[in-house]
């Protein structure tokens, strides 16, 4: 990897803080969402600069390496720790795993809480942090006051459409904060996504997201359970797939995701790819932990979803294989109870 101090003489060199976006957090999504957000800012601004920051550095290395082979000329570099992307970049996108790893980049050592209070006022007040992130309301809204206390702007914008939207860029950003802030990440937000809706004040973009994604975690599994039961029963998945999605029962777990391989024509959905590629029944549980705590503590009654996440949490232990698979792979566990 690149040293630091030789990054931030490139920034020196070649760009100000005002034109530079740093992204936090590689993985299958924030890999996808940092491409089209950095290629189209490129073809916008050839003088835009960037910053990519991941806890596997090979990654981020990985990623400017691509960048460049398909955008000579794009000025990026790799530093190693959140502080040094914030002094670098008045723009910080962050799509981390949960609670812990957010906590850990925003108000830890070397962190980007600590950078702001390392800046001169006027260079905090123009930092914009925007969290895509699926993690504890609670922990999202005392994050968002650490930032904003030391002058800097921040949204919760989890996102919605998986993997393969944020591939293509039709990701739904569910944000919430300021009505101020939303407006200024706004922009940003539209390079990376096709849908972007204003939830509320802050927590309240990351509490729309764990409501579709409880919806989502249930469906799963029913769409599973019927398909398993139509073949047991003699129906071709094809066919049963064309009259769930054709009729009341029809639903995106159905109609984009079904989990038995060839009951969608001219799609391709993970199971097609041993399960592959999707999002991980792993973070579905981690999704579906956040929706009942959460319910706990707001004493809103959950049965379907706390059976929900029981099922995943015996997916996830029974077959600790399908963990990293798509989370439509509870077909196969239920296939083979």
């Known amino acids: 990897m690149r040293p630091t101090l030789r990054a931030l003489q490139a920034l020196d060199r070649h760009a100000t803080r005002a034109k530079s976006t740093a992204f936090i957090g590689l993985g299958r999504m924030g890999s996808e969402m940092a491409y089209n957000l950095f290629s189209k800012k490129f073809a916008e601004s050839a003088d835009s600069h960037f910053v990519v920051c991941d806890a596997v550095?090979?990654?981020?290395?990985?990623?400017?390496?691509?960048?460049?082979?398909?955008?000579?000329?794009?000025?990026?570099?790799?530093?190693?720790?959140?502080?040094?992307?914030?002094?670098?970049?008045?723009?910080?996108?962050?799509?981390?795993?949960?609670?812990?790893?957010?906590?850990?980049?925003?108000?830890?050592?070397?962190?980007?809480?600590?950078?702001?209070?390392?800046?001169?006022?006027?260079?905090?007040?123009?930092?914009?942090?925007?969290?895509?992130?699926?993690?504890?309301?609670?922990?999202?809204?005392?994050?968002?006051?650490?930032?904003?206390?030391?002058?800097?702007?921040?949204?919760?914008?989890?996102?919605?459409?998986?993997?393969?939207?944020?591939?293509?860029?039709?990701?739904?950003?569910?944000?919430?904060?300021?009505?101020?802030?939303?407006?200024?990440?706004?922009?940003?937000?539209?390079?990376?996504?096709?849908?972007?809706?204003h939830c509320g004040s802050s927590g309240a973009g990351l509490g729309a997201k764990i409501c579709n994604n409880l919806v989502l975690g249930?469906?799963?599994?029913?769409?599973?359970?019927?398909?398993?039961?139509?073949?047991?029963?003699?129906?071709?998945?094809?066919?049963?797939?064309?009259?769930i999605n054709s009729s009341t029962g029809g639903c995106w777990a159905s109609s984009v995701n079904n989990p038995v391989p060839s009951s969608l024509l001219d799609q391709s959905p993970p199971c097609e790819r041993d399960y592959e590629g999707g999002f991980a029944t792993a973070l579905m549980l981690k999704d579906m932990d956040l929706a009942t705590n959460i319910a706990g503590t707001s004493k809103s009654p959950l049965p379907l979803g706390q059976a929900a996440r029981d099922f995943y949490a015996e997916v996830v232990t029974r077959r600790p294989d399908l963990a990293n698979k798509d989370f439509s792979s509870v077909y196969r566990h239920l296939n083979e109870i």
């Open 218 to 243: 249930v469906q799963q599994i029913v769409v599973a359970e019927a398909m398993l039961l139509g073949q047991n029963l003699g129906l071709d998945p094809l066919v049963l797939a064309g009259v």
């Open 57 to 197: 550095p090979e990654s981020a290395v990985a990623f400017r390496q691509n960048l460049l082979s398909q955008f000579p000329g794009v000025n990026i570099d790799v530093v190693q720790t959140p502080e040094e992307a914030v002094c670098a970049s008045e723009t910080v996108v962050t799509m981390l795993p949960s609670s812990p790893q957010v906590k850990a980049v925003y108000c830890e050592a070397n962190g980007i809480l600590h950078a702001l209070q390392l800046l001169k006022r006027t260079d905090s007040e123009r930092t914009l942090c925007i969290d895509s992130t699926t993690l504890d309301v609670d922990v999202a809204r005392q994050v968002s006051d650490n930032i904003v206390k030391a002058g800097a702007q921040m949204v919760d914008a989890p996102v919605s459409g998986g993997v393969a939207g944020a591939k293509a860029g039709t990701l739904s950003f569910l944000v919430g904060g300021t009505e101020a802030t939303f407006l200024q990440a706004q922009p940003i937000l539209t390079l990376m996504g096709k849908r972007i809706i």
